[in-house]
């Protein structure tokens, strides 16, 4: 895909052929994340399908299943895992939500305000207990293992985040060291356990976990050109993660082309929030970033990482679901939300 973008048909083609494919198996997932967690206390179920329920994109249990069926798994061995991933991911929201004082989620209010933060946290922390139980019902200790890893670097990703606020002197590679744990750690496990659940040979659990990682950096890049882009195309607030004072790849690549900026933004940051100054420096900075072509140097490297994912797959069986992989990867990169 070097160099080329999907067209909007071309993208919905490829959301319709990954459910046309395992619609079925997406269905079971979502069964099974409706099911109760058993407590005695009711607010545990409650406050967990509040946003379980709310839906998503449920990319990392799309990963797991496409991955598995290329990898010709029985459906038996990686439908339990792919809701697992997904509590995991759900369980991050909920922190995500307290630290970041969000006020909404899936369009819904976030469970920390409808709640309270204290509550929203421990269901976080019991859908993760939940996640290791119901991971080792099925399956080997060894995809317990992977997921603790990956919990881990999710984990020492977001406090090397809290750290970083509010500072701008971000390198390349911390921003890697960040979006992976950010997000490409949780991916590389649902491709990695989906490979190791079908019974992959070693070259091939290696490949799905490239793919993984490579799609996950990709991803997260994503996520930040769709916060630089206009408010009228994805209905998110331009810059709302200089916002929360958290520097995003397009930041970052025009603070390198354009040094001087540093200056404005680290002036945004102390200016109080609403304020006439700061809408003022809001502007310019959106003024100069944008002369600085970033949005599109940005996109061009998070097609790299999606490049990356796909030459990953080329060493998997060739199959409607490696095809299907390979067009999440395209779709990563050209989506709008």
Known sequence: MKGNTAS???IKEALDMVHALIGEDLADVDARLAMDLPSEFSVVPE???HLIGAGGKRIRPILVCLTARALRASKNSFLELAAVVEMVHTATLFHDDVIDESKMRRSRPAAHIVYGAPVAILVGDRLYSDAFRRLLDVHPRQLAKD?????KLVLEGEIFQLQRRGTT?????QYLRLVGGKTAALFRFATLGAARSAGASATQVRAASRFGWNLGIAFQMADDIIDFEAESETGKTRLADLEDKKVALPLLVALRRDPKLLESVNEYMAVEKGSEDRLALR???LRRIEATDAAAASRLLATRYADRAI?????LPN???ADALRRIARYVCDRNS
Do not use: M, N, R
């Open 319 to 321: 199959s409607p679901y």
């Open 169 to 173: 002197g971000l390198t390349f590679d």
């Open 311 to 315: 030459e990953a797959i080329d060493e």
């Open 47 to 49: 406050v967990a399908h």
């Open 8 to 10: 909007l048909p071309e």
């Open 283 to 285: 502007s310019e900075i």
């Open 147 to 151: 997921l603790a890893k990956a919990i």
